[in-house]
């Protein structure tokens, strides 16, 4: 049934508590206040809440150093707080997923400083050890230009510990069975506070041997096989999504060829071709990007996001590629970001236009898989380039034209807020957007509740129809004998373009329009002729709005076939 695999047809919605809503006045968000904007986010239509991390940390990394996987930050309130919130998510049909990052602990973890204590410790094999600095300790790095080493000294231990990020984040031993059964042991510890799933950071790293002997490490997804398992014995419907930016000839190793390993995985590669596309007004590295990773089990799912909380990685790109991207979007040495990326947020990215913005948001709402918004891009939220590294795209939520944002009574923000320039919060917040009928917030409100009546994106298989216009991408999506096509136009000049839908007999002639009056017939060849204006998109209903009587009660087009 299609409520089976609720992910497939979901909305998510990535915030960090921390920079959301302050309800003690102390300047740092809570979960306090999160649970009283559940309503905005539910009044929004998201179905998922992907929290970042929360656990206590030292928070030298935005808490993506954990001291303790047992607990909530007492800076966002106490373990009865979280289940208050997952309980108030509960009752507004409202999912959430947590981030699990278990490749590396915070240098303060307790586990740490047991191993450092003793070569006999018992914690001393959960991280991984070389008595001399090994060769190659200058290469691998996550942060280069930031970060010298991947292996440190520790005095204390008298050896050199591993860490593919910073030198406080420390390398778990993941091939140590010991590893393995705590973090199952973590997973089961907030499935039972009412977690839906994790977001499981750096998966190839989790899964990939480690150690000074370690010349090419070699991934082990059966790691992956047994973190599935666990979690669908303990609830059945719990799902992880993978951060894993892999190439595609990898991807079935990890969603697992009979769809048993990761249930997601965010896709990296169409993301980075998306962002080309948007800056060339070419459609074809796209296309091929989206063909390459099409194959997937039938029970897997693409994560499908424009911005995140890290950097845009364009690392996939060719060298002319990338460079176009930094031209368009990043043409300053401030706005980049280990010589692969840009730090920016996505509506200064794309100069404030709300034709531009539109466009992104249709594409990755129309793309296959399951649409993934950072918190604020939904208000057109800017960046402050001022702070360091990632930290620029990171500020607290803009919740309206009161100090601070709105997002704290306090007098120091743990962040500082935008209060300047046209992305300042008395230009750009919720309350404000609200109220206007004709705002980014009301217009992605209005895209959310129609991406989740056309599930045939999520489910669906997909065909992109080739055009004679490489600024011009039309895609059908056919699930369920129902179909829908959108066609969006890169390009910021007007295009005309022509066009058959592609389906059988007089399926075709016909497209309903889902966003305004402006349908289209075919012609006497079952060719519909568009005029796109710039930056134009549009989503139609092949064949009328009966879809729902005609709807089947299996997919006759994929009926016992493993993959897509």
């Given at each position: 049934m299609i409520d089976d695999l609720w992910y497939k047809n979901a909305v998510f919605y990535c915030l960090s508590v921390g920079t959301y809503m302050d309800a003690n006045g102390d300047g740092i968000g809570d979960f306090k206040g999160l649970l009283r904007r559940l309503d905005y986010l539910h009044g929004l239509g998201i179905t998922t809440i992907w929290l970042m991390p929360f656990q206590p940390s030292p928070g030298k990394d935005d808490g993506y150093d954990i001291s303790d996987?047992?607990?909530?930050?007492?800076?966002?309130?106490?373990?009865?707080?979280?289940?208050?919130?997952?309980?108030?998510?509960?009752?507004?049909?409202?999912?959430?997923?947590?981030?699990?990052?278990?490749?590396?602990?915070?240098?303060?973890?307790?586990?740490?400083?047991?191993?450092?204590?003793?070569?006999?410790?018992?914690?001393?094999?959960?991280?991984?050890?070389?008595?001399?600095?090994?060769?190659?300790?200058?290469?691998?790095?996550?942060?280069?230009?930031?970060?010298?080493?991947?292996?440190?000294?520790?005095?204390?231990?008298?050896?050199?510990?591993?860490?593919?990020?910073?030198?406080?984040?420390?390398?778990?031993?993941?091939?140590?069975?010991?590893?393995?059964?705590?973090?199952?042991?973590?997973?089961?510890?907030?499935?039972?506070?009412?977690?839906?799933?994790?977001?499981?950071?750096?998966?190839?790293?989790?899964?990939?041997?480690?150690?000074?002997?370690?010349?090419?490490?070699?991934?082990?997804?059966?790691?992956?096989?047994?973190?599935?398992?666990?979690?669908?014995?303990?609830?059945?419907?719990?799902?992880?999504?993978a951060e894993a930016n892999v190439l595609p000839a990898a991807d079935m190793e990890y969603f697992g060829r009979d769809g048993g390993r990761m249930h997601m995985m965010f896709n990296f590669h169409v993301n980075q071709h998306l962002f080309y596309a948007l800056a060339s007004a070419d459609c074809r590295p796209l296309a091929k990007a989206l063909t390459a990773t099409r194959p997937r089990p039938a029970t897997a799912q693409w994560g499908l996001f424009l911005r995140n909380h890290d950097e845009l990685d364009l690392g996939r790109l060719t060298k002319a590629q990338r460079d176009a991207v930094f031209r368009a979007f990043g043409p300053d040495k401030g706005m980049q970001l280990y010589s692969r990326g840009i730090r920016r947020r996505l509506a200064p990215m794309l100069g404030g236009d709300r034709r531009r913005l539109e466009l992104a948001y249709s594409l990755m709402f129309t793309l296959p898989g399951t649409p993934v918004i950072r918190y604020g891009d939904e208000l057109a939220m800017g960046d402050d380039l001022a702070l360091p590294e990632r930290n620029c795209a990171r500020t607290p939520m803009q919740w309206s034209n009161e100090p601070r944002a709105g997002f704290t009574t306090g007098d120091k923000p743990c962040m500082p807020v935008i209060d300047k320039g046209p992305y300042g919060y008395e230009h750009v917040n919720a309350a404000k957007q609200r109220r206007d009928a004709n705002s980014m917030l009301n217009w992605t409100e209005r895209m959310i509740r129609m991406r989740k009546e056309v599930p045939e994106v999520g489910w669906g298989d997909f065909k992109v129809i080739a055009t004679r216009d490489p600024a011009i991408l039309v895609i059908r999506y056919d699930w369920r004998n129902n179909s829908v096509l959108f066609v969006h136009n890169l390009d910021e000049r007007p295009r005309e373009v022509a066009f058959a839908a592609g389906l059988a007999g007089d399926a075709g002639k016909l497209l309903v329009n889902l966003l305004s009056e402006d349908h289209s017939r075919a012609d006497e060849r079952g060719r519909h002729t568009l005029l796109m204006e710039g930056f134009g998109y549009r989503w139609y209903r092949i064949g009328g709005l009966n879809y729902l009587l005609k709807r089947s009660d299996v997919d006759v087009n994929t009926a016992g076939k493993g993959d897509r």
């Amino acid at each position: 049934m299609i409520d089976d695999l609720w992910y497939k047809n979901a909305v998510f919605y990535c915030l960090s508590v921390g920079t959301y809503m302050d309800a003690n006045g102390d300047g740092i968000g809570d979960f306090k206040g999160l649970l009283r904007r559940l309503d905005y986010l539910h009044g929004l239509g998201i179905t998922t809440i992907w929290l970042m991390p929360f656990q206590p940390s030292p928070g030298k990394d935005d808490g993506y150093d954990i001291s303790d996987y047992y607990g909530v930050d007492p800076r966002y309130g106490t373990l009865g707080d979280f289940v208050e919130f997952t309980h108030g998510c509960k009752q507004r049909g409202i999912r959430v997923i947590i981030d699990l990052v278990v490749n590396h602990t915070s240098n303060e973890h307790a586990w740490f400083r047991s191993a450092q204590s003793s070569r006999d410790s018992a914690h001393r094999d959960w991280y991984v050890w070389a008595d001399r600095k090994p060769t190659g300790a200058n290469k691998g790095m996550v942060f280069p230009g930031v970060q010298k080493s991947t292996w440190t000294h520790d005095k204390q231990a008298g050896a050199w510990y591993f860490h593919r990020f910073y030198d406080f984040q420390p390398d778990l031993n993941t091939s140590n069975p010991l590893v393995q059964a705590e973090i199952l042991k973590i997973m089961g510890f907030w499935i039972q506070l009412g977690v839906s799933g994790f977001r499981m950071d750096a998966v190839p790293f989790v899964i990939a041997t480690k150690g000074a002997k370690v010349k090419t490490p070699v991934e082990q997804y059966d790691m992956l096989r047994a973190f599935r398992e666990f979690l669908q014995w303990r609830e059945g419907d719990a799902i992880i999504l993978a951060e894993a930016n892999v190439l595609p000839a990898a991807d079935m190793e990890y969603f697992g060829r009979d769809g048993g390993r990761m249930h997601m995985m965010f896709n990296f590669h169409v993301n980075q071709h998306l962002f080309y596309a948007l800056a060339s007004a070419d459609c074809r590295p796209l296309a091929k990007a989206l063909t390459a990773t099409r194959p997937r089990p039938a029970t897997a799912q693409w994560g499908l996001f424009l911005r995140n909380h890290d950097e845009l990685d364009l690392g996939r790109l060719t060298k002319a590629q990338r460079d176009a991207v930094f031209r368009a979007f990043g043409p300053d040495k401030g706005m980049q970001l280990y010589s692969r990326g840009i730090r920016r947020r996505l509506a200064p990215m794309l100069g404030g236009d709300r034709r531009r913005l539109e466009l992104a948001y249709s594409l990755m709402f129309t793309l296959p898989g399951t649409p993934v918004i950072r918190y604020g891009d939904e208000l057109a939220m800017g960046d402050d380039l001022a702070l360091p590294e990632r930290n620029c795209a990171r500020t607290p939520m803009q919740w309206s034209n009161e100090p601070r944002a709105g997002f704290t009574t306090g007098d120091k923000p743990c962040m500082p807020v935008i209060d300047k320039g046209p992305y300042g919060y008395e230009h750009v917040n919720a309350a404000k957007q609200r109220r206007d009928a004709n705002s980014m917030l009301n217009w992605t409100e209005r895209m959310i509740r129609m991406r989740k009546e056309v599930p045939e994106v999520g489910w669906g298989d997909f065909k992109v129809i080739a055009t004679r216009d490489p600024a011009i991408l039309v895609i059908r999506y056919d699930w369920r004998n129902n179909s829908v096509l959108f066609v969006h136009n890169l390009d910021e000049r007007p295009r005309e373009v022509a066009f058959a839908a592609g389906l059988a007999g007089d399926a075709g002639k016909l497209l309903v329009n889902l966003l305004s009056e402006d349908h289209s017939r075919a012609d006497e060849r079952g060719r519909h002729t568009l005029l796109m204006e710039g930056f134009g998109y549009r989503w139609y209903r092949i064949g009328g709005l009966n879809y729902l009587l005609k709807r089947s009660d299996v997919d006759v087009n994929t009926a016992g076939k493993g993959d897509r």
